[in-house]
C-alpha cells in the first residue's frame, strides 16, 4: 500500500534500474560501520545479563530485565523528540549551514535531556511506591537498578544529538570503532567488580562509566572534525549545567519527600508536582540560551 500510494503520488517515486558502485561503496560503508557501533552496545548490554546470571542467577537478572524494560519506555520519551530534530540537524549540515546544525545540536542536548528528566526524577524519587504498587513482589535490588538505569539515559541524552551530528558528516569510521570498544569495556570492568564481592548492581557503576566517558569522547571527535564545536563550551554551558540543574531538583525533591508522611498516592503527586515546578523553573531560566527561551516563549 505505501508502494503503491507513493507511485501515484510523488513522480520520483518511479524505479528504474541502476547502479553506482562507488556510491554503493559509500552508502555500504556507512552502514557497516553503523553496525559496528551498535553491536557494541548490543553485546555490551547482553553480556552484562550473562555475567549477572553467572554470579547470582536468575532472580537478579529479573531486577535487571524490569530496569531496563522501564528505562527503555522513559527513554522514548525523549527519543521521540529527538526523531524531529535529527532531520533538522543532517539537513542544515548538508546544505552548509553549519551554525544553524551546531545550535540545533545544542538544543537538542538541552532539550532532550529535560525532557527525559521530566519522566525520570519523579519515578525516581517515588520508586518504592511505584515498584511496590505495580509489581507488589518486587525483586531484590530493582530500585537500585532502576535508579542508576535512568541516570546512564540520561548522560546518554545529553551527549545524543551529537552522534547526529557526526553521522551528518559521513566520517564515521573511528567515531564508530572507538565508541565499540569502549562500550565493550564496560565487561571487564564488571567482571572484576562482581568477582572481588562487589553487589549485583556494581556492573552499572562500570555502565555509569563507560557512558560519561562516552560522552567526552562524542564531544572531543566531533570538534577534530568540525572545530565549530567547542570542547570548552560544551562541558561548561551544556553538560555541567544541565547535570547541576537536575541535581539540585533532585535533591531538594528528595529532602521533601523525605519529610512527608510514609509512602502513599498523594506524596507521589505532591512531591512530583513540587519537583516538576522546581525543574521547570531551573530549566528555564538557567538551562536554556536566550534563543530558546524565546522558542519555548513562541511555542507558548
Known sequence: LYCFYCKRHFEECHYTFSFNIEQFREMFAFAGWSLVGNLGFSFKD?????????????????AR???????????????????AMNPQITKSYAVGDL????????????????LLAVISLPIMINITYILNLWLVEVPQYTDI???????????YAISSPLT???????????????ICIVMLTELPIAYLLLSIGYPPYSVLYASLFVTLLGVLIRIVLISRILPIYEIRYYVTHIFSKNILIVFIT??????L?????????????????????ILFSLSYLCGLSSTERYVVNQKL
Do not use: P
Not at 65 to 83: D, K, P, T
Not at 99 to 111: D, H, I, P, Q, T
Open 65 to 83: 530485565g524490569i530496569s531496563v524494560q522501564v528505562g527503555s519506555l522513559i527513554n522514548s520519551f525523549s527519543a521521540n523528540f529527538m526523531m
Open 99 to 114: 551554525y544553524r546544525s551546531k545550535e540545533l545540536v545544542y538544543a537538542g542536548c538541552r532539550f532532550s535531556f529535560y
Open 145 to 155: 537498578f532502576l535508579i542508576l538505569t535512568i541516570v546512564c539515559n540520561l548522560l
Open 250 to 255: 533532585y535533591c531538594i525533591a528528595y529532602i
Open 46 to 62: 547482553q553480556l552484562s545479563n550473562i555475567l549477572l546470571n553467572l554470579f547470582f542467577g536468575t532472580v537478579v537478572n529479573a
Open 257 to 277: 519527600h523525605k519529610k512527608m508522611e510514609q509512602d502513599s498516592f498523594f506524596t507521589a503527586v505532591l512531591s512530583s508536582f513540587i519537583l516538576e515546578l
Open 164 to 178: 547526529t551530528a557526526m553521522q551528518a558528516t559521513g566520517r564515521i569510521k573511528w567515531f564508530q570503532v572507538i
